[in-house]
């Protein structure tokens, strides 16, 4: 008697891969994109497989900012402090945060949803910490207490008039050689010689 094939058992889900999805749906759609019928569809699952990890949206959209924040901020921080100096660190996290699309995607949609509590939350606590590491870095660099602040300020708010340029005049943004050399400019005003 032939045996019959049995179908393989679905894969169980776990919170990260809600998590993840979150964030693609966010980057494509924003915040209200992250819904838990949404992600289920999308997933291939019920919408008892999500309440197995979270309790609400609200839970989900919380654990998805902190996977957010570990992986465009703690992560990309903990690489930059194995470089030599910290002109080098600059220079890396300047090229780093420019060319994750899925990032800055990502912040801009949270910035259009800033007055979610959640949200903002997120963004204050990712802010504040990206701020403090510049920071840091200009202090390395020699800079006083005062001044090493006004330049991870300024340096912070070229990054999000960067982004909030990309979606408002994408256009206006050179490619290829235009671009190396506006990255080149970007560099000489942010990050001072040795």
């Known amino acids: 008697m032939a045996k019959t094939k049995q179908a393989a058992p679905a894969r169980s889900l776990t919170a990260a891969d809600w998590e993840n999805a979150a964030l693609v749906s966010l980057e494509r759609g924003g915040v209200a994109a992250v819904s838990v019928e949404a992600l289920a569809r999308e997933l291939g699952a019920t919408k008892g497989s999500f309440y197995w990890h979270f309790a609400s949206r609200e839970t989900l959209l919380t654990a998805a900012l902190v996977r ?6 703690t992560k990309v921080i903990a690489h930059l402090e194995t470089l030599g100096s910290p002109r080098e660190r600059l220079v890396r996290l300047i090229h780093t945060a420019n060319a994750s699309e899925s990032s800055w995607r ?25 701020i403090a590491y510049l920071d840091a870095c200009y ?38 050689r235009g671009r190396e050399a506006f990255f080149a400019s970007l560099l000489e005003v942010l990050v001072p010689r040795a």
């Open 106 to 130: 990502i912040h801009v949609a949270l910035g259009a949803s800033a007055s979610d509590p959640v949200v903002a939350q997120a963004l204050a606590r990712v802010s504040e910490r990206r």
């Open 139 to 176: 202090r390395g660099l020699g800079s006083t207490k005062a001044a090493a602040r006004r330049q991870a300020l300024l340096a912070y708010a070229a990054y999000l008039g960067f982004l909030r340029l990309r979606v408002e005049a994408p256009a206006a943004i050179p490619d290829g």
């Open 68 to 73: 957010w924040e570990e992986q465009y901020t």
